[in-house]
């Protein structure tokens, strides 16, 4: 089986969780023996080679800036487009297409109609619920296209119990059309702790609090930093390090400042997966404090390193932590969370039994699971394929049709006729 996957950002690019599901279920699909091509985007010439087993083509977005975001996505969409027939002159079409949220839509229902193969989609998070609803048109447009790609899908993946309630509800999508399949992780190689590596960024005294993620504001790290004076109040021998960027990194910096938290927390910017792994090892608690998180798959990093962990109670997080494992926190309440924090700061036998408790609850979900349950639907999905008309009709798309099918799909008129079709859809 030959699976062609579309994803906007492919390691080494990683600007979030997205890249790195991606590269470990492509990869982990190959040691299950399918043959898996990924477009992506890229820097400079086209790209076309084997990755870890991987078909991988980087193609750089052609022609002049966009003018806006749409415009631009649009733009990266016809270079996907271009990356897509380099690989089928080079390994043949695919049996089926899996494109990786809204921003690889157009590309992904365009090789959808043209090749007449079966599309799935993952949706990894929704604008909606990033944003608490839809507060401008930009917003609107993108839940257009997060709505138009559930409805060309044969099956739309989610990562979580709490995600498929939200697409379902929200999209109107069919829950047979819908496919739970939970994000992995690795399980770290053992290691000792690295005292250089911490070094760099707290004292040997400091006990070491660490998020690792986007600096969004979904993430709630705004609510961690304004729990900081209760845990210093505490533990004065806290230090906080936030590790990561994004647009909110300069309001979170003055907000920290304005509470006069100074040195106590530290901003690392983007680090080395070598740095991060080293700072694993050193804290004495990790926390991940999100108001919005479709899984929580940097919750799952941490528990593999055996680091005692504290969640938002909210999205997949509520349903990969429990009492048992870590500690839930009441999503945007700073005094709650610095309770929470202080308890397992104060608690070594609390912290230690959330440590071996989250290991364990990390080996259910190792990228082979994931990969064999992604294969099985994906076998399943052909099967439907085979056994339905769809295979032998006519309406091939060319490449000009596509294209003009792209651009006609951020119009207006296009994009009121989705708006008046809202539906489930089948193919």
Same mark, same amino acid.
């Given at each position: ?230 845990? !210093?109040?505490?533990? *004065? ?7 990561? $960027?994004?647009? /909110?990194? #300069?309001? &979170?910096? +003055?907000?920290?400042?304005? !509470?006069?938290?100074? *040195? ?7 680090? $080395?997966?070598? /740095?991060? #792994?080293? &700072?694993? +090892? ?146």
């Amino acid at each position: 089986m030959h699976v062609m996957m579309l994803s906007w950002e492919y390691p080494p690019r990683v600007v979030g969780g997205l890249a790195r599901h991606v590269g470990e279920l492509a990869r982990a699909l190959v040691v299950q023996g399918l043959d898996v091509s990924v477009i992506t985007t890229g820097e400079g010439s086209p790209s076309l080679k084997i990755e870890d087993g991987v078909l991988v083509a980087r193609w750089p977005k052609r022609g002049p800036a966009g003018g806006d975001f749409l415009s631009d996505t649009m733009l990266m969409n016809y270079s996907l487009l271009e990356a897509a027939m380099a690989v089928a002159d080079s390994a043949g079409r695919p049996d089926l297409i899996h494109g990786h949220d809204w921003l690889v839509a157009p590309a992904a229902w365009t090789l959808k109609h043209s090749w007449h193969r079966p599309l799935l989609a993952t949706i990894h998070a929704t604008e909606v619920g990033r944003n608490k609803g839809l507060h401008n048109d930009l917003q609107r447009r993108i839940s257009d296209l997060e709505w138009a790609l559930g409805y060309e899908s044969w099956r739309v993946i989610v990562c979580s119990q709490a995600m498929v309630e939200e697409v379902g509800n929200f999209f109107c999508i069919p829950r047979d059309k819908l496919a739970m399949i939970p994000n992995g992780v690795n399980l770290p190689l053992p290691g000792e702790a690295d005292d250089a590596g911490r070094a760099k960024f707290a004292a040997p005294e400091e006990k070491i609090i660490l998020y690792v993620g986007r600096l969004v504001p979904e993430k709630g790290v705004g609510v961690l930093i304004d729990a900081m004076p209760q845990v !210093l109040a505490a533990h *004065p021998e806290a230090k906080l390090l936030i590790v990561g $960027s994004g647009y /909110e990194e #300069d309001n &979170l910096k +003055r907000q920290a400042a304005s !509470l006069g938290l100074g *040195p106590k927390v530290y901003f690392t910017g983007f680090i $080395s997966d070598k /740095e991060r #792994d080293a &700072l694993y +090892r050193s804290a004495s608690v990790a926390v991940f404090p999100s108001l919005y998180e479709p899984f929580g798959i940097v919750a799952l990093e941490a528990m593999s390193f055996s680091v005692p962990t504290i969640v938002g109670k909210t999205g997949g997080l509520a349903e990969i932590v429990d009492d048992n494992n870590g500690l839930l926190a009441e999503p945007g309440n700073a005094a709650d969370l610095a309770g929470k924090i202080n308890w397992l700061l104060s608690d070594p036998a609390l912290a230690a039994k959330l440590s071996r408790n989250g290991l364990a609850a990390c080996k259910q979900y190792g990228w082979q699971h994931v990969a064999s349950a992604t294969e099985a639907l994906y076998q399943e999905v052909l099967e439907e394929f085979r056994h339905s008309a769809w295979p032998d009709a006519e309406s091939y798309w060319t490449l000009d049709d596509a294209i003009d099918r792209i651009d006609r799909l951020f119009s207006a008129t296009v994009h009121q006729r989705y708006q008046n079709t809202r539906g489930g859809g089948v193919m």
